[in-house]
């Protein structure tokens, strides 16, 4: 019986050693998304809760200099809620072009084939096919993952920025 492990080895030597590079790639771009997401249930509400508590203990909030206070405090927040969102989105235009490198090696690798059997067999240009093809899928589907969880999370920095500008009034 075939374990998952060795169907996730067999995989990735089917698809070459730019698979590899997929793969840590996508293990990145993932860690980074579940840094977010832990980012959003823990230091973010501290956060909130700090700042929240330093504008409502401020006696003036409607001078020009209370604004310029309120708009830093907000500016403070909108970026350590983006942190890494942008390596994100980097991480999501990469990992395609580098599945996209899989497919060029693979191919080389069916050019050089033929160059070295001088004919067309089909056995012996199915690995090179395989590694054309295998990375390029794996690099889809990680950046498709990627896009999803990048959306998700510019949503919610948009939601959140805005919740803290809302709760920050200048009502007195």
Avoid: C
């Avoid at 500016?75 to 983006?82: A, P």
């Avoid at 089909?122 to 990627?146: D, E, Q």
């Amino acid at each position: 019986m075939i374990t998952a492990l060795e169907l996730v080895r067999n995989f990735m030597e089917k698809g070459g050693p730019v698979l590899v590079l997929v793969f840590i790639a996508t293990l990145i771009l993932w860690a980074m998304v579940l840094e977010r997401l832990i980012y959003f249930k823990t230091a973010h509400n501290k956060q909130v809760d700090e700042v929240m508590g330093t504008w409502e203990a401020r006696k003036e909030r409607t001078s020009w200099y209370a604004h310029k206070i309120r708009d830093a405090m907000i500016s403070q927040i909108r970026m350590d809620l983006y942190g890494s969102l942008g390596h994100i989105k980097t991480l999501v235009a990469i990992i395609p072009l580098m599945g996209l490198l899989g497919t060029v090696w693979g191919m080389v690798e069916v050019f050089d084939m033929l160059a070295v059997l001088g004919s067309a067999d089909v056995k012996a240009m199915s690995a090179g096919i395989s590694k054309a093809t295998i990375p390029t899928m794996a690099g889809m589907a990680g950046a498709l993952t990627g896009v999803f969880a990048a959306s998700y999370i510019e949503g919610r920095v948009e939601k959140e920025a805005e919740m803290v500008e809302d709760h920050l009034t200048m009502d007195h």
